[in-house]
């Protein structure tokens, strides 16, 4: 079955330094792959996808995943956290074509001085 | 730029009262979902819709549960009789089409039974 596995589930780093957030994805096809973000009170907010094509994309605010077919990942970086990046990051995988979205436990990360 | 826009943003009601949960999509948009995520844990699919259908549902979509789009704008979820565990945030998402895959969320509106 479909499944989305985010091992970390809550990471801390220190403004400035470097954050990677893991996803692995359990999918039988070539897999839609996305990245959510959710600040606290808010709603989910897409930073980037995954559909095709160069496997390492860019998204808003700085961050990019790379996906990597051979390990089912598709993790999240970004080479220098602000404190503004402290939420809770989801990675989700479509479904099908119908839209329906399976989504990781996800990843809360915290952002120290 | 356009967004989804859900209200009420927090409801408490009683546990057994009916409840409707209200999502206005950006407007060239012709799918519609509705996802719920309790408290602490993934955020979950609950229903699709497409062309004033149901399109999928999952298992937590029970009969206590409806969608429609009454008016042509707004997209509603009803749950009949809340029941304690249907306290969570409900996200309504909404996409242009299928090719894209984007979902668009709401901030959710966030449901108390008490």
């Known amino acids: 079955a479909q499944s989305v596995t985010q091992p970390d589930i809550h990471i801390t780093v220190s403004e400035g330094a470097s954050l990677e957030l893991r996803c692995n994805y359990s999918y039988g096809a070539t897999p839609y792959l996305f990245w959510y973000v959710q600040s606290p009170g808010q709603g989910l907010q897409l930073l980037l996808k995954y559909f095709s094509g160069d496997t390492l994309v860019q998204g808003i605010k700085g961050f990019e995943a790379e996906f990597k077919r051979s390990q089912s990942s598709f993790n999240l970086r970004k080479p220098s956290v602000h404190w503004s990046d402290a939420a809770e990051y989801f990675c989700?995988?479509?479904?099908?074509?119908?839209?329906?979205?399976?989504f990781g436990q996800g990843t809360e990360l915290s952002v120290k001085p | 730029e356009p967004e989804v826009t859900q209200t009420p943003s927090h409801q408490v009601t009683q546990m057994g009262q009916e409840v409707i949960l209200r999502c206005v999509p950006i407007s060239n948009h012709l799918y519609f979902y509705w996802y719920r995520q309790i408290l602490g844990q993934k955020v979950e699919f609950l229903v699709s819709f497409y062309n004033n259908e149901i399109s999928e549902k999952s298992e937590i979509f029970d009969d206590q549960f409806s969608v429609e789009r009454p008016d042509g704008s707004n997209f509603t979820l009803k749950i009949r009789s809340t029941k304690l565990e249907d306290s969570a945030m409900y996200f309504c998402a909404t996409k242009q089409g299928t090719n894209t895959g984007e979902l668009f969320f709401g901030e959710g509106s966030r449901l108390t039974v008490l």
């Open positions: 989700a995988v479509l479904y099908n074509q119908g839209g329906k979205l399976i």
